[in-house]
């Protein structure tokens, strides 16, 4: 504060304070005041740097407020002195209370001259006092920021620790002499060593030769740090997969430092590589059967036909398993699935270890076979797999028979592309389904002019749909008794256009496969039940649902609109169903059938005992009607066995109560046959063959007059 005017207060009467001013020495900033009371709250309030120095009060003043006014000035600022302006210095001493307070002489330059020297001193130790407190603040804040910063550090080191000992990889750090500095536990653990060999200082030679003992290190320890070191030392930076001699996967990735070590982090992948192993084997293998997929085969076809053009042969076998669905559906997708896998098992073991197996789709099997000498090793192979797949299964107790139908391609003479070949070959085998099954076919060029007149059928098949060009003829069912008519059944019938009368076995079987047989079923519930309603006769008659009705969960919809629309009493209306019905949602089926019932229709099971549970659906719902199978009836009297089969079921159908219908009987044998046996019903070509609408009502006429002559 050097160059700024020394503040001293002078306390005194108006005239003494008017004086001092007059009086005031260069250097000084005189402030007076002549109130009758102490200036306390001046002294204290003053902003810094007005603050006052020194205080002179004059002996007349001090007198008129007593001597405590000196005592408050004191108390305002520890700092102040006190000089006492007295005319006579006897008797003054009783006032100086403090050796902050002297008295002088009435002179007034002496008594500036004297406040003067105690203001400097004032300001001096006021600079002082400034010094210390910034000095202790100073002292405190570094304290404060020692401590803070020590609590940081420890701070720091209990989070590193932390992070160190939570990591899920294994963490080690060396020094450029190879020497550990610190790691953490999931290292000491993933490598079962003790703690006491991986102290820092310890050489990674050392804990490798260590490791190598408990035997999760396969490696030259010396080799594998110099490898290390150098490559860390190249590119700053490495990664490595290593096997652990325990037959672990540990990644590896090294890290350089600064100083020449580096950071190394160890994380076992052993569960992520099998899991990425699984994932490229699914990728490119069956789930079920663990054969290839149809994306490997046809890779291991791309690269086979290209060896096919340095002039070698390859051979394509498509194949699936005759009837596969009526094992799905009779015995349930488990056995099915069982069945698949017994398949896979029996091509694996049947063809050469060269060829390729695959698993396409469902029940469809392909094999590519390469290096051909001739054909003939494909035909040979084709017929070694049929009678391996041929022999029986045995399933969780289920006595399982099926056969399987091969279709053969070869190159480069059937194709030179993947598609090709495998298109040709699944021509191939829909020929050999065709001829019997239980067989292969050689692709021949003319098999492609089938499967254009079947996608022709197709397109014509739902033309008749949109166009109505389907019929119904009924043939009869009599009481095998009496002969009397005791209904008909509905046969569906495509009369085209284009292709005349085409038989339900041509077209039916189509229908079901791409789902028009829904809509054409529902068409065949309505007109039937109509013309019932129409007949003066009122016998029931019989209409066939295919199982694809009861998937679409509206057969009882369709059965009920088709009542109210014709007027039909449901109790003349008959449904017949085949086993297939109720392999699928056997329960829902059930329910179904249940529900169908309680409107009072019958419910029938047709081709009884072609099945595999037919026993156990008898069972599971009262059917009305047992209809038997036309290929027992055929041979009754030629084949003891069909005879004793129809003779059990109709003995069957006694014991439940339930009627029993032979179908397909067409000699006055069979009819006497079924009669002997107890069948209730016939129906058959010895009776009538399938008729229109209007020949059938010209025949309940014959019949009617037939019975009453007889």
Not at 261 to 269: K, P, Q, S
Not at 452 to 481: C, G, K, S, T
Not at 603 to 615: C, N, Q, V
Request: proline share 3%.
């Amino acid at each position: 504060m050097d160059g700024v005017l020394l503040r001293i207060l002078y306390c005194g009467t108006e005239r003494d304070c008017a004086a001092v001013r007059a009086a005031a020495a260069p250097g000084l900033a005189i402030v007076t005041w002549s109130e009758s009371r102490a200036p306390t709250e001046f002294i204290r309030t003053a902003e810094s740097g007005a603050q006052i120095e020194a205080v002179i009060v004059g002996q007349g003043w001090v007198s008129s407020l007593g001597t405590p006014v000196l005592s408050d000035i004191l108390s305002a600022d520890d700092a102040l002195s006190v000089v006492i302006e007295a005319g006579k210095l006897d008797g003054i001493s009783e006032r100086i209370m403090s050796g902050r307070i002297m008295a002088v002489p009435d002179d007034r330059a002496r008594t500036l001259q004297l406040a003067a020297a105690l203001a400097q001193r004032c300001r001096a130790e006021r600079s002082l006092a400034a010094a210390r407190r910034e000095f202790d603040a100073a002292q405190r804040a570094a304290k404060l920021v020692s401590t803070e910063h020590q609590r940081q550090r420890r701070e720091q080191d209990r989070l590193f620790e932390t992070a160190l000992q939570n990591m899920s990889q294994g963490l080690c750090m060396f020094d450029a002499d190879a020497n550990l500095v610190v790691c953490n536990d999931r290292y000491v653990e993933m490598y079962g060593i003790s703690r006491e060999v991986v102290g820092p200082g310890i050489p990674l030679r050392s804990i490798l030769l260590h490791r190598k003992q408990h035997g999760n290190f396969p490696g030259d320890a010396d080799v594998y740090i110099k490898d290390l070191m150098a490559a860390v030392a190249k590119d700053k930076f490495c990664t490595m997969l290593v096997q652990s001699g325990d037959g672990r996967t540990i990644s590896i990735v090294n890290r350089a430092m600064d100083n020449g070590g580096w950071v190394a982090t160890h994380e076992d992948i052993t569960e992520r590589t099998r899991a990425e192993a699984k994932i490229r084997h699914m990728a490119r293998h069956d789930s079920l059967t663990g054969l290839a997929n149809r994306v490997a085969f046809q890779d291991e076809m791309e690269q086979a036909l290209r060896r096919v053009r340095r002039g070698q042969k390859v051979g394509v076998l498509c194949l699936d398993l005759d009837h596969f669905k009526n094992v799905n559906d009779t015995l349930g997708h488990l056995v099915g699935d069982r069945l698949l896998v017994a398949a896979a098992k029996r091509l694996m073991d049947t063809v050469r270890e060269t060829d390729t197996i695959a698993r396409l789709g469902g029940d469809e099997f392909a094999i590519l076979q390469t290096d051909l000498d001739k054909v003939d090793c494909a035909s040979t192979s084709a017929q070694r797999i049929i009678d391996a797949i041929n022999l029986p299964y045995d399933l969780n107790g289920h006595q399982v028979v099926v056969s399987t139908s091969i279709g053969i391609a070869i190159a480069p003479n059937d194709g030179e592309s993947t598609e090709q070949l495998l298109r040709n070959a699944d021509m191939a085998l829909y020929r050999a389904k065709s001829d019997g099954r239980s067989t292969f076919r050689f692709f021949e060029p003319e098999m492609d002019e089938q499967l254009q007149a079947r996608r022709l059928l197709e397109i014509d098949l739902r033309n008749a749909v949109a166009n109505n060009e389907f019929e119904l003829f009924y043939q009869p069912q009599v009481d095998a008794a009496t002969e009397e008519i005791t209904g008909c059944e509905a046969l569906l019938r495509w009369k085209s256009p284009t292709r005349g009368m085409v038989p339900p076995a041509k077209f039916v079987p189509l229908a079901e496969e791409i789902g028009l047989i829904v809509p054409i079923g529902e068409w065949v519930l309505i007109q039937a039940c109509c013309e019932a309603a129409s007949w003066e006769k009122p016998v029931r008659i019989a209409v066939n649902l295919s199982s694809a009705q009861f998937k679409s969960r509206r057969v009882v919809q369709s059965v009920l609109n088709a009542l109210a629309i014709s007027g039909l009493d449901a109790r003349r209306l008959e449904l017949e169903i085949t086993e297939s019905v109720l392999t699928h949602d056997n329960e829902g089926t059930l329910r179904t059938l249940h529900e169908l019932r309680g409107f009072g229709i019958k419910i029938s099971m047709d081709d009884f005992g072609t099945g595999y549970s037919s026993l156990s659906y008898l069972r599971s719902f009262p059917f009305d009607k047992i209809k038997i199978d036309r290929s027992f009836i055929k041979d009754i009297s030629a084949k003891g066995d069909c005879a004793a089969i129809v003779k059990a079921v109709v003995s069957l159908g006694h014991g439940l109560g339930i009627a029993t219908t032979a179908e397909g009987v067409e000699t006055a044998e069979q009819l006497d046959h079924v009669r002997s046996e107890g069948c209730t019903e016939v129906q058959g070509y010895l009776f009538s063959a399938p008729r229109r609408a209007e020949d059938v009502r010209a025949y309940f006429a014959r019949n009617k007059a037939r019975t009453a002559a007889a």
